[in-house]
């Protein structure tokens, strides 16, 4: 079945540890994002890539690191100089970049700090 | 910059009752408007998008959009709910100007269908 990827699915950090969080996908898409969701929040873009080895920022991506070696993989790395690194964080792909695109979804990993 | 408000955030309805969950963006150019949805235990998916055209949308499992340009809206619809369509439903749009083209959620509504 094609998809999404996320792993894990809970995940703990020490304080000023750098923890990575993996997210694969089979579709062949272009394009690929992460995304964090809080609370009351919705989801906010964190990084984002239009293709393979490219990335932007997003509005929120003070703390976070990303790369895009290969076009199936997009991982995250949370750094320790994200203050408030709980959160649920959301990987998406989709076909092409553009801005009618529909976005697919993994299931996500929730981040916790111990 | 866009935002996007949902103003319900939990919503309770009898099965077979009418379903109006409210979205407003501020863009005040080409917009390309989208409700996601989440089941319990799913990923979030899509439901139904506008980009151009009939400003009245439909997407999956009866439910409907209609984008009016005048209000900034795009109300989601559904007139008759049913259990299974418990979850929470997030409304997106993406301005999609200039070289940084980028979808912007709303906080989501938690519907919930009682039998």
């Known amino acids: 079945d094609g998809g999404i990827t996320q792993s894990p699915k809970y995940l703990f950090r020490k304080e000023g540890q750098n923890v990575t969080l993996s997210c694969e996908q089979n579709l062949n898409h272009d394009a690929m994002y992460w995304y964090r969701q809080d609370p009351g929040q919705g989801l906010r873009l964190i990084y984002y890539?239009?293709?393979?080895?490219?990335?932007q920022k997003g509005d929120i991506a003070e703390g976070y690191s990303v790369s895009r070696e290969k076009k199936e993989s997009f991982p995250l790395t949370v750094t320790s100089a994200q203050k408030n690194p709980t959160a649920f964080y959301l990987c998406a792909s989709s076909i092409v970049w553009g801005a009618n695109e529909k976005l697919f979804f993994g299931s996500g990993t929730q981040l916790s700090v111990l | 910059a866009q935002s996007v408000s949902q103003h319900n955030h939990h919503v309770i309805l009898s099965e077979a009752a009418s379903l109006e969950l409210g979205c407003n963006y501020s863009y005040g150019g080409t917009v390309n408007l989208f409700w996601y949805v989440q089941y319990p235990g799913q990923h979030l998916q899509l439901l139904l998008k506008y980009f151009s055209g009939d400003p009245l949308v439909k997407g999956i499992k009866g439910f409907e959009a209609e984008f009016i340009k005048s209000k900034f809206s795009f109300n989601l619809r559904k007139p008759s709910v049913q259990w299974s369509d418990t979850a929470e439903y997030f409304c997106?749009?993406?301005?999609?100007?200039?070289?940084?083209?980028?979808?912007?959620f709303g906080t989501g509504t938690k519907l919930q269908v009682i039998p």
């Open positions: 890539s239009q293709i393979v080895n490219d990335f």
């Open positions: 997106a749009v993406n301005a999609g100007s200039g070289g940084y083209q980028k979808v912007t």
